[in-house]
């Protein structure tokens, strides 16, 4: 079974509009974190955001939050008034269990396009 | 802004030959990652490094490819002998601890 699951391989959205991008996680660890990354055409992975199991808040940074859902296992992304910068990949990823274990798995990504 | 390097940004070589990938790792940071990208394979950990011990190398392909340590500020990936299926983008990432993990700006081998 696929550890991270990203559905949409692609997504296309107005510049302005907010954008949510699916990630969803199968893990029967209790402790365990989510990521988000963006890849730009240049190349590098870009951290955005994290999100622990025990967090009681979604995570927020700037324009990104997290919409984390416990029992539907899901960790959304969502960008709010998207900007043409935002064009990129997106991958989320989870590392399982806490100290001892700092391995990642990442998901396929979305490819995220902003049209002006 | 502390960063992750890596060196050579770019590598074109040909069959057979050897390759080796730099990384220095954000100073303080005690784990250190390679990965693999492919369109095919999409991100894949190759190994995995803290406090300069290997800790974690299945995902690399043993025969033709070792990762050392030789100090905090530098981690190595080599290939011998490079094929062509080796053509991919490796980043190196460090972290401290379980915490977030920084990728450097990755190396595009082309392997001819």
């Known amino acids: 079974a696929q550890k991270i699951t990203q559905t949409q391989p692609g997504m296309f959205v107005q510049e302005k509009e907010a954008v949510t991008l699916d990630c969803t996680y199968d893990t029967s660890d209790p402790s365990y974190g989510l990521f988000w990354y963006k890849q730009p055409s240049s190349g590098e992975m870009i951290f955005l955001i994290y999100q622990g199991s025990y967090d009681q808040q979604n995570a927020t940074e700037g324009r990104y939050s997290l919409n984390f859902q416990k029992a539907r296992k899901s960790a959304n992304l969502v960008i709010s008034a998207s900007q043409l910068g935002d064009s990129a990949m997106y991958f989320c990823?989870?590392?399982?269990?806490?100290?001892?274990?700092?391995?990642?798995?990442f998901g396929t990504g979305t490819r995220l396009t902003i049209i002006p | 802004d502390a960063r992750v390097t890596q060196t050579p940004r770019h590598k074109v070589t040909e069959m057979g030959q050897e390759v080796t990938m730099r990384c220095q790792p954000i100073?303080?940071?005690?784990?250190v990652f390679w990965y693999r990208q492919t369109m095919m394979q999409g991100l894949e950990l190759l190994a995995y490094?803290?406090?300069?011990?290997?800790?974690?190398d299945s995902g690399m392909p043993k025969d033709r490819f070792s990762a050392e340590m030789p100090d905090a500020t530098l981690a190595t990936l080599k290939i011998q002998p490079s094929e062509p299926r080796d053509s991919a983008v490796y980043f190196c990432?460090?972290?401290?601890?379980?915490?977030?993990?920084?990728f450097g700006p990755g190396t595009r081998l082309t392997v001819l």
């Open positions: 990432a460090s972290g401290l601890g379980s915490d977030t993990q920084y």
């Open positions: 990823a989870m590392r399982e269990g806490n100290f001892g274990n700092e391995k990642l798995t």
């Open positions: 100073l303080g940071h005690n784990t």
């Open positions: 490094f803290r406090n300069r011990a290997p800790l974690d």
